[in-house]
């Protein structure tokens, strides 16, 4: 069986199952958001979760998920033993203004359909094996504050565009295999309180210090790690951050 009839065929079960599945919570939210939320269940070991989805019940009881005003806004299945790569169909929930998935096994690219995501506030994919690239469409996001992709396996440098989320407060990266240069125009995100960018191969991060000079802007900057320079920086009469950049080998 080819893959485009093998494709046509799980969608048109996943629609057979959305439609069988108890009516009272096909009529809370969208078909489009049952169909993604029933394929999310499919393709990262659902009948395996520490805790299973019951789809006979009205989704708004199924854990993790927040539906308000017959919208998904809300996912959080975070230490709930999924496993695989997220389905692209993760972009029909465009809704959602907390997406927290960390303490998996999820594996594959961070899905470029979550720039769909227009009130997307917290995205947390903290302590999985995601890899490759963070997208470059990352500055849809704009209403996005916290961002977490701390423990994976993401490679590369940082999106060019990162400096346009103007309303991120936190950015953790930790543990990864990021590097290069930091963006140009990071003094531009101006409500950054918090910034980990620990065990990464970044260099050259000279361009930071722009962000302490800002007074009370960004409060907490940990940047250790084997592959950084030792840069020292105290702006400490504006009351702003101080950067403590430190080669531990």
Known sequence: MNKTLYGKLMALCLVMFAFHANLSAQEEVSQR?????????????????????????????????????????????????????????????????????????????????????????????????????????????????????????????????????KNLRTLVLTKNKLNGKMPTGMEHLINLKELYLAYNDFEDLDNLKTLAEQQLVVTDIAIEGKSIKAINFNNASTGAATLKFSDME
């Open 33 to 165: 958001e049952v169909i993604a939320l029933l394929e999310l269940r499919s393709r990262t070991n659902g009948h395996e979760w520490t805790h299973i989805w019951d789809t006979t019940k009205p989704i708004r009881t199924w854990y993790g998920v927040t539906v308000e005003n017959g919208k998904v806004t809300g996912l959080d299945l975070s230490n709930n033993n999924l496993k695989g790569n997220l389905p692209l169909t993760i972009g029909n929930l465009t809704h959602l203004k907390v997406l927290d998935l960390s303490g998996n096994n999820l594996k594959g690219k961070i899905p470029a359909e979550l720039r769909k995501f227009d009130d997307l506030r917290v995205v947390d994919l903290s302590g999985n094996n995601f890899s490759g690239k963070i997208p470059q469409t990352i500055n849809r996001l704009q209403q996005l504050q916290e961002f977490n992709l701390a423990d994976n396996q993401l490679t590369g440098a940082l999106p060019k565009s990162l400096p346009e989320l």
